[in-house]
């Protein structure tokens, strides 16, 4: 009896509590737009009569799904639950970058009371997508005009392209090279990199053209429907101007300041090679002869009978160069440019030169220039030459030199040959120490280094810096 009345009891409360779980799960509703332009939200909604939901869209060639709330990618072809309630809704970011209209499919699987699938009482909803009009947002080059032995970086954009390749026109003096490639020579006329690039990135591509003249090309980016599969109706293109790597013909000119100097004077020289990356100098030197270079307030020693610059000067440019002889008669110094070409060497064919002959400064100096005859002078070629020479006493009556008249770049005597003595005593005033009667550039400079040091000017950009004058003058005399 009493086994009995368990049975029923047993059998009454499973009669109560199993019904509504055994239900069969359905489907009560399930709703989408029918129509969408590319990149617009649609939201899937659903109502359950069961214990829950597996949600799925079914994967589209050229179709991109996004949560709307993320805009992280939503995965195509697979099952998911995205709440724990069985009715929710879902909004979903539906792009369309296949360059032709898209159904896409979406479908909502019913779960029983053990929650499991039940894909008797699953329902689909189907959206019609136009596509998108332009899926890249835009292709940028950095130099429309590439540079020879420089690369042209490209980059792109797009809010949902998941890859992207790139085409080059075929040219057969151009050829291109990329790290982004295993390809020595990247390929023309067919997508260039695999796998694909990103939706938004960049890729830098070396050119080189072997034609003697700049030449156009042209670089498609393709949009990719999938790894591998391209949307040919809606690619972006550049034109890029490839300059020729072939060497043009140079053109080369070269002067010199003076073509005859004394020892210790500087020659300016100025210099022109049209279609070369740079230039240099060789200075021929017989014995005795030697060279000094400046760069700003550097004097360097300039080597003979070879490249006279460690680096490759500007293709237009000038320098001065001060040459000293120390033999007793005249030498010439043949004073040669050389272009540099593209592929860096230096080219001696088509070489200009100049020659300039430098004379030993003479043993009692070089004889001052005499100064322009007074205007007030009625007859002044009867009026006799005048001469500013300042006599040094011997050293045994005194060492004492006395300044009178200005000097400046040009002048000559024996007041400028103690002025040297006097500025080379300290070797920071006058490192070089040229005692030479004639006063150049390295005379100009140490005056004005000792202009700096007694506070007579600022600096060498000062109008005044290297001239003794009043002032400059009055100071040596004091120092004497």
């Not at 799904?65 to 929710?88: I, K, M």
């Not at 053990?114 to 894909?119: E, Q």
């Not at 200009?352 to 070089?366: D, E, H, K, L, N």
């Not at 500013?388 to 024996?414: C, E, H, W, Y």
Request: aromatic share 8%; with cysteine.
């Amino acid at each position: 009896m009493k086994k009995f009345l368990l049975s029923v009891l047993i059998f009454l409360f499973a009669a109560t509590a199993l019904p509504a779980a055994a239900d069969t799960p359905s489907v009560t509703s399930f709703t989408a737009p029918s129509n969408l332009n590319s990149g617009q939200i649609a939201t899937f909604s659903w109502t359950i009569n069961g214990g829950g939901h597996s949600f799925e869209i079914f994967c589209t060639q050229g179709v991109k799904l996004l949560y709307a709330s993320t805009n992280q990618p939503f995965p195509c072809g697979t099952e998911v639950s995205v709440s724990a309630q069985a009715s929710y809704a879902v909004s979903i970011v539906v792009a369309n970058v296949s360059g032709t209209p898209r159904v896409v499919t979406a479908e909502i699987i019913p779960k029983d009371w053990t929650l499991a699938d039940y894909p008797a009482g699953a329902q689909t909803v189907s959206i019609y997508v136009t596509p998108s009009i332009q899926p890249i947002a835009g292709l940028y080059s950095s130099a429309t005009s590439s540079v020879s032995g420089a690369p042209v970086t490209f980059s792109w954009s797009s809010p949902f392209l998941d890859g992207v390749n790139m085409e080059i026109s075929c040219d057969s003096n151009i050829s291109a090279t990329s790290t982004l490639s295993n390809s020595s020579v990247l390929p023309c006329n067919t997508p260039i990199f695999s796998p694909d690039l990103p939706g938004t990135g960049s890729a830098a591509i070396l050119f080189t053209n072997s034609a003697p003249n700049d030449l156009p090309i042209t670089v498609t980016l393709l949009p990719a429907m999938s790894p591998g599969v391209y949307d040919g109706t809606h690619e972006m293109t550049l034109t890029e101007t490839v300059a020729s790597d072939a060497q043009k013909p140079v053109s080369l000119s070269i002067s010199a300041s003076r073509a005859k100097i004394y020892s210790g004077d500087s020659v300016i020289f100025n210099w022109s090679a049209v279609n070369a990356l740079g230039a240099n100098l060789r200075f021929s030197c017989a014995p005795y002869l030697s060279l000094l270079g400046f760069s700003q307030a550097t004097t360097t020693s300039l080597p003979c009978n070879n490249y006279a610059f460690a680096n490759p000067l500007s293709p237009t440019g000038s320098t001065s160069v001060t040459f000293i002889n120390t033999g007793l008669g005249d030498v010439n110094s043949t004073v040669t440019l050389f272009p540099q070409l593209k592929d860096g060497s230096y080219n001696g064919l088509t070489s200009q030169s100049v020659t300039v002959t430098v004379s030993p400064v003479p043993a009692g100096g070089i004889p001052a220039i005499a100064p322009a005859p007074s205007n007030q002078n009625p007859n002044p070629a009867a009026a006799p030459v005048a001469t500013t020479t300042i006599m040094v006493p011997p050293a045994q009556k005194t060492t004492r030199a006395v300044f009178i008249r200005p000097l400046d770049v040009g002048a000559s005597g024996t007041d400028v040959t103690a002025l040297q003595t006097f500025l080379a005593k300290d070797p920071a005033i006058y490192p070089e120490g040229l005692v030479t009667g004639y006063f150049g550039p390295l005379t100009a400079r140490a005056v004005g280094r000792l202009q700096i040091k007694y506070g007579l000017i600022k600096n060498s950009t000062d109008p005044a810096a290297g001239y003794v004058g009043p002032k400059t003058r009055q100071l040596l005399n004091s120092l004497q």
